[in-house]
């Protein structure tokens, strides 16, 4: 749960306030809101946390009829709950990538880590579908988490194994002269 | 995350994929000491999934894709499967083949792929 300043109808700042706070603050749809990490201020529908807040009123009067045109926009998504919330990222393609890569270096500890990723990823769509909006974000998260530090130990990695290879061809190389140097590449 | 910092982000890891694949194409890491080891063939003297990949990327930056068969089959015929999920994810064509991503990067298919790499690990230590 974020904490957010919104700006209100007279242009003033005004904050910090949790999700619920802001429903009984009245936002709209398009007030600006802003929570530490955001770059810049945004239209609260804009931010997954806050979307509930608008569906919630909008949705009531027109579920059945809005139906069938959600399911034609996102064939993907046809066993979905009724809401216009779309699905919190998977982020299964970069956490099944996370798990083969590390494989490719030597660094299979690595997978490990990804397939945490896939397992929350996995939950991510079960959820989602089952209509629990708040656990499926949830997963989401902690999916992005494993797979983030998974991936950034992998390039970490590489870094260090072509820092490495560098380093020691340079040395060699200054210690044999040039003649050593063609020696270690003719082998 | 701003766009600036993504596309640095993106064109540093990119450097730093071509200088490995550059390391990987002159040097060859069967007969070079500098690669790093497999930790769980030291450890156990069995190979792991993975084992033979860095041969196999050596000779398939040489063409030579019969030996990279032979050193990891696996890693090889996965290749394929790594690139069409980073063309997916990172180069638009999650939203233009939906499809595909279903298809490939479902959650069934991340089951399949563990149960293929498993049975992959426990062949090549036994034939």
């Known amino acids: ?187 | 995350m701003g766009k600036g910092l993504k596309i640095a982000i993106g064109a540093a890891v990119s450097v730093l994929l071509v200088a490995a694949l550059y390391l990987f194409y002159i040097f060859d890491p069967e007969a070079q000491p500098l690669f790093p080891k497999c930790p769980f063939l030291l450890v156990t003297g069995y190979e792991c999934p993975g084992c033979g990949s860095q041969r196999a990327v050596h000779s398939l930056l040489h063409l030579d894709i019969g030996a990279a068969l032979k050193y990891n089959a696996f890693m090889v015929l996965a290749l394929p499967y790594i690139f069409l999920g980073i063309y997916l994810e990172y180069f638009g064509g999650k939203k233009r083949y939906p499809g595909i991503e279903k298809f490939f990067f479902d959650k069934w298919s991340a089951v399949v792929l563990l149960v293929v790499i498993i049975a992959y690990w426990i062949l090549r230590n036994l034939l």
């Not at chain 1, 509930?52 to 996102?74: H, K, M, N, W």
Request: with cysteine; aromatic share 12%.
């Open chain 1, 1 to 187: 749960m974020n904490r957010y300043f919104y700006i209100d109808a007279e242009g003033k700042q005004k904050g910090t306030f949790s999700p619920e706070e802001l429903r009984r603050e009245g936002i709209k749809r398009d007030t600006l809101v802003w929570t530490q990490g955001m770059e810049q201020w945004r239209r609260a529908e804009e931010i997954e946390e806050l979307y509930s807040l608008f569906s919630d009123t909008y949705r009531e009067p027109q579920v059945i009829a809005d139906q069938p045109a959600v399911r034609y926009d996102r064939p993907g998504e046809a066993a979905g709950p009724q809401t216009h919330r779309p699905m919190p990222k998977t982020w299964l393609v970069e956490s099944i990538l996370v798990t083969i890569l590390p494989f490719m270096l030597c660094s299979s500890v690595l997978s490990l880590l990804g397939i945490i990723g896939i397992v929350y990823a996995a939950q991510v769509e079960s959820f989602y579908n089952r209509g629990d909006y708040a656990a499926s974000l949830e997963s989401s998260r902690s999916a992005a988490k494993w797979t983030r530090i998974a991936m950034w130990i992998a390039i970490g990695w590489i870094a260090l194994i072509v820092i490495g290879i560098i380093l020691f061809v340079v040395f060699i190389g200054s210690l044999s002269g040039l003649a050593g140097m063609s020696d270690l590449l003719n082998t």
